[in-house]
């Protein structure tokens, strides 16, 4: 770990950790992680096999003192709706800590109850952008109020769109907090990002699987139309070189639609290889993929993009230090 002359090394802690995009980014910025755990037992693979420790199961399963202590909070955690009435009381009533009641126990307040119980120096959350209208902004309200109100942290949040770091236009909302009344902008982004040629393959290194079949080409092209006629946008997105990419999604592996590579006019246009979704998630050269193509799509899909808490973990350390 890097020497710090600032005192003693920040600890973090990793949740739903995924394959541990957070991790590169805080150890790059020259903090230690403490503890992660994420409930799919793929992404635990990929995660040991790049940090040389497997994360613990689902959060459920671990009382939150068992916890070691830390600094950063660092959490990806997947939106789930829930109700107003419920979540204030729980918070009120200060809710045992420990073991978690499985039927009500909403992946955002095991966040919450973690908070709580350890009040670690800041936190940083990430999520899909349409957390902000989710439920009619219910959803966002209570989470917003959770940790500013019942937690009382500074809270700062922030839509980021990936496109500045990666050729791919990915929107997240993230949620930085601190304990103490710190001031906090996030980093600025270039204007202009790079574009797919820089994580493309050598055409003649892509094996022929992840060229699309005849028989899949012709039925997302008569989907696209079906649809275009209908009024509706959905539709494959078709990109060469010079382009700037869709959303990687989670179910990338049914039928990359999303993201397809052209090939010329003679050849079926194919699919990103997982070595490419990688480069497109902003992953190091030597980021190890241990697991199938469809759990590495998964994987890489569900993400952050790595250089966009890179930039965002700088500007909490420093803050923090």
């Known amino acids: 770990f890097p020497s710090h002359d600032r005192g003693p090394q920040l600890r973090f802690i990793d949740l739903f950790c995924g394959i541990g995009g957070f991790n590169i980014a805080f150890k790059k910025a020259g903090a230690k992680c403490v503890f992660a755990s994420d409930w799919d037992k ?3 693979i990929t995660y040991k096999e790049n940090f040389g420790f497997e994360p613990h199961g689902d959060i459920h399963s671990i009382a939150v003192a068992d ?5 950063i909070l660092c959490a990806g955690f997947p ?9 204030s009381k729980k918070i009120s009533l200060g809710r045992k800590h420990g073991f978690d ?7 955002f307040f095991s966040i ?5 119980y350890h009040r670690p120096k800041a936190f940083v959350l990430e999520n899909v952008k349409n957390l902000v209208g989710h439920d009619k902004g219910r ?25 500045s770091v990666v050729p791919q236009h990915r929107e997240r909302i993230f949620l930085v907090g601190f304990k103490h009344k710190k001031s906090f902008d996030f980093p600025a982004f270039p204007k202009n990002g ?5 994580i493309l393959q050598e055409p003649d290194t892509i094996p022929h699987k992840y060229t699309l079949t005849d028989h899949l080409w012709t039925y997302l092209q008569n989907y696209a139309k079906k649809h275009k006629a209908a009024g509706h946008g959905f539709g494959f997105g078709l990109v060469g070189p010079n382009d700037t990419s869709r959303t990687l999604s989670a179910r990338y592996y049914k039928d990359g639609s999303e993201i397809l590579i052209k090939q010329g006019d003679k050849k ?3 699919r990103l290889t997982p070595r490419e979704c990688a480069r497109l998630m902003g992953y190091p050269k030597t980021f190890k993929i241990p697991v199938s193509d469809t759990q590495a799509y998964k994987q890489f899909g569900n993400s952050v993009v790595v250089p966009v808490v890179e930039r965002i973990a700088e500007k909490v350390i420093e803050v923090l230090e």
């Open 139 to 163: 959803t966002y309200k209570i989470i917003y109020e959770t940790l500013t109100k019942a937690l009382g942290y500074n809270v700062f949040a922030k839509v980021i769109d990936a496109k």
């Open 112 to 116: 919450a109850d973690i908070l709580d």
């Open 79 to 87: 939106c789930q709706p829930f109700s107003i009435a419920g979540v």
């Open 194 to 198: 790079p574009k797919l040629e820089q």
């Open 268 to 270: 079926n246009p194919r």
């Open 67 to 71: 916890i070691p202590k830390f600094d």
């Open 42 to 44: 793929y992404a635990r």
């Open 101 to 107: 009641d499985e039927k009500q126990g909403n992946l």
